[in-house]
């Protein structure tokens, strides 16, 4: 008769206690899309001036995938995603959201919701105080909240209640969507689309990802219902107009569902992005001649990039489907350290704002560029003032981090510089790591999340009118994603993540 230490026995029976968690168990998938479109005319968020749309280019949507996973009549655990044409999800539009769900499913843990922006700059502004919106003849930013509110939980009920049997499977592609947009210069300095034909520019700041990542839903009688695409790059080619627009995303869901069906989910992602966006740094005219030979406009060339991503990625992966797999979602509030305002900070942020305000007394009019700017260096003011009794001040940010399978999605609040996601990948044991930024953010002013190279390149996006976390914040968020990544994988379950040489090092 075989004797084993007792340590092994607890391993053994640890080994099953697992391996029975992550097995047998049922995946159920509901969809659902709502049209999240203003009413007209709508004020615009995304720059650094107002500008009204009186015309609609496409719609905006919401596009909702409900997640369970059970085992008989017991729940065991559950995700609801939902894709938003917007260029952010302020926290209070999210606890909106929550409270409207939970009034048409009380029973429903409203904390596993979490709304993704697209980044489109032609969406309707979500936060009071930033414009000054004309009172009368254009959509109120409590009006259309309300609005969204109410469209979004009704289809996230609708997804929720649908829910059926199906399958999933993952799959990756590469297309290149999103640019490193940080020029770096001869004297260490970096300036967000800043020349680059000339003397001294030295190259691009920061890495470019141009992976694409993709889960696909399938019901059971085998038709898709529904992917899931995260690119590494914000939804604002056409971010200057004056029109309501999804951006990349309209024409890349177009040819989606001509392709799989027209009643097709497609849930567009950012990845790890707050230094890449769509706009060209150099090779601008070899681009411009292949777009007019292809007669493409812009976005339909970014869209075509993105549509034989996917459809090679599907090609690929479409028998390899997962009807039992670990569904695993941890929700976590997590607290980082805000990046400090510095004396020579704050007191150029107050003279700019003493500026301003003479010019907005002179002429409130004609100034709200002046209105704007008072804002922007005026949150400056306020957190450096806050410093002086909170010599220490914390951000909290909510967390999430879903196992499906032998991929994980992780989100983050803010515009995240690549490399931070680059270095989640890379520590990664999933197979593939979804890292998604601007989920359920609240950060007005200051959404990006540089590197410390971006630190000290300067420049907006970098500079600390642009941050509320700084890169020992990044550090921070890093840490603790990975570690709640790599907490859902148990030692002794066989790893698919891939790489021999890391997984000798873990």
């Known amino acids: 008769m075989c004797k084993f230490k007792q340590s092994e026995v607890g391993l053994f029976l640890f080994t ?6 992550l097995c047998a168990a049922e995946l159920r998938i509901g969809t659902a899309t709502a049209d999240i479109t203003p009413s007209l005319p709508a004020a615009l968020m995304g720059l650094f001036e107002l500008r009204i749309a009186h015309a609609t280019a496409t719609p905006l949507t919401a596009n909702v995938v409900a997640l369970e996973s059970s085992e008989g009549n017991r729940s065991l655990d559950m995700a609801i995603m939902v894709s938003c044409d917007l260029v952010e999800v302020p926290k209070e539009l999210l606890a909106q959201v929550r409270d409207e769900v939970h009034k048409r499913l009380p029973k429903l843990g409203v904390n596993k919701i979490f709304l993704n922006a697209t980044h489109t ?29 109410q469209r979004v939980a009704e289809a996230i009920a609708q997804a929720w209640n649908a829910r059926r049997p199906g399958s999933v499977t993952w799959g990756l592609s590469h297309a290149v969507v999103g640019y490193n947009r940080r020029a770096a210069y ?29 889960l696909f839903f399938w019901n059971q009688d085998g038709k898709l219902i529904a992917t899931v695409i995260e690119v590494a790059c914000p939804a604002q080619e056409v971010e200057t107009d004056t029109t309501v627009n999804a951006d990349f995303w309209h024409p890349v869901r177009v040819a989606l569902r001509q392709r799989f069906g027209a009643d097709l989910c497609v849930l567009g992602m950012v990845g790890a992005a707050g230094d890449q966006s769509p706009h060209l740094m150099y090779r601008k005219a070899a681009e411009e001649r292949m777009r007019k030979l292809r007669n493409l406009s812009r976005l339909d060339e970014i869209a075509r990039r993105i549509v034989l991503a996917v459809e090679e990625a599907f090609e690929t992966v479409k028998n390899d489907r997962h009807a039992d797999v670990p569904l695993v979602h941890k ?105 998604v930024q601007l989920v359920g953010s609240g950060l ?63």
């Not at 540089?450 to 996006?461: D, N, Q, W």
């Open 186 to 214: 001869a004297d260490g300095s970096a300036k967000m689309y800043g020349d680059t034909n000339v003397p001294d520019f030295r190259g691009l700041e920061g890495y470019e990802d141009h992976d694409v990542n993709m």
């Open 444 to 506: 007005g002013a200051g959404p990006y999340l540089p590197t410390e190279k971006a630190v000290r390149g300067g420049s907006y996006s970098a500079i600390v009118e642009s941050n509320v976390v700084g890169p020992e914040g990044g550090k921070i968020l890093v840490d603790r994603t990975v570690g709640l990544i790599n907490g859902l994988w148990s030692d002794a379950e066989p790893r698919a993540a891939g790489d021999p040489n890391r997984q000798a090092e873990d």
């Open 16 to 21: 099953l206690f697992w391996a029975a968690n």
């Open 121 to 149: 700059h032609t969406a309707p502004v979500l936060e009071n105080g930033w414009y000054r919106i004309p009172k009368e003849g254009v959509t109120q930013v409590d009006g259309y909240r309300a609005f969204f509110a």
């Open 331 to 435: 929700v976590e509030t997590l607290t980082l350290p805000m990046r400090l305002v510095t004396e020579a900070e704050y007191a150029e942020a107050k003279a700019v704002c003493d500026k301003d305000a003479a010019r907005f007394a002179a002429d409130p009019k004609a100034a709200d560029q002046a209105y704007l700017e008072m804002k922007w260096y005026g949150d400056v003011v306020k957190r450096f003032e806050k410093q002086r009794t909170d010599p220490q001040p914390k951000y909290e940010m909510e967390l999430h981090v879903l196992r499906i399978g032998d991929v994980v999605v992780c989100t983050n609040e803010f515009e995240l510089f690549t490399d931070y996601g680059i270095r989640i990948q890379a520590r990664s044991k999933a197979l593939q790591t979804f890292v």
